[in-house]
């Protein structure tokens, strides 16, 4: 298993309602990347955090948000929940340097929306 | 942007032969190529990855071939078994954002 966390493991919300999920890095690491995977499909990129700036972004609107804190943990953010949000959110961490590009998951937050 | 295809989406293989899993890239400029096994409810598990500096790489049962010119990349597993049953994902990245662009997964099922 790699040292990264997400929390909470599951969630239940309804249309219109905002979420925020966590994920806490590797230790020694100082990139976060964010995917959605819904079921039966590829993970989607939704962003990455770069030493607490934003460092690129995926075709996601702005009702995704992010933030990396000073300890390099992570939060994803989503308001105005749809339906389509169900999915399962990924969290990736990664030590940004020139030769390295594995990205060590966590388990994932499950979110469905009602 | 990034396109990755992947295919086939499923493949069936009796015990003991080998599974070769095929993807297609868009961007010459990706450079990193990374390939993840997912299990049913658990996270991605990097098995194996190759840049673009490297025709070929192999790990054990595990081996990874990446033609630039045609821009396409393979999955080989040989003599696979049971526990090789599992979701597999190509993906590539460029620069060294990592931020990656993922295929669509194949579903490897070992048939005893």
């Known amino acids: 298993e790699t040292g990264v966390t997400q929390s909470p493991t599951h969630l239940i919300k309804t249309r219109g309602q905002q979420v925020t999920l966590r994920c806490s890095s590797q230790?020694?690491?100082?990139?976060v990347s964010w995917y959605q995977q819904a079921l039966g499909q590829g993970p989607q990129f939704i962003f990455q955090y770069y030493r607490e700036e934003e460092n690129g972004r995926g075709n996601f609107p702005p009702r995704f948000s992010g933030l990396q804190f000073p300890n390099y943990s992570s939060e994803l953010n989503v308001n105005a929940l749809e339906l389509d949000d169900s999915a399962l959110y990924l969290c990736?961490?990664?030590?940004?340097?020139?030769?390295?590009?594995?990205?060590?998951f966590g388990p994932g937050t499950r979110l469905t929306v009602l | 942007g990034e396109n990755v295809e992947q295919h086939p989406s499923t493949l069936s293989v009796q015990e003991g032969d080998s599974a070769v899993i095929k993807c297609t890239y868009s961007d010459s400029a990706s450079n990193y190529f990374p390939w993840y096994k997912q299990e049913l409810g658990k996270r991605p598990q990097l098995i194996i990855d190759?840049?673009?500096n490297v025709g070929e790489k192999k790990d054990q049962r595990i081996a990874v071939t990446l033609n630039k010119t045609a821009k396409h990349f393979s999955l080989h597993i040989t003599e696979t078994q049971p526990e090789d049953s599992a979701v597999y994902f190509c993906a590539a990245s460029k620069g060294s954002n990592y931020q990656l662009i993922w295929g669509a997964g194949t579903k490897l099922i070992i048939k005893p």
């Open positions: 990736a961490s990664s030590l940004k340097r020139e030769g390295q590009g594995e990205q060590f």
């Open positions: 230790s020694g690491h100082n990139t």
């Open positions: 190759i840049r673009s």
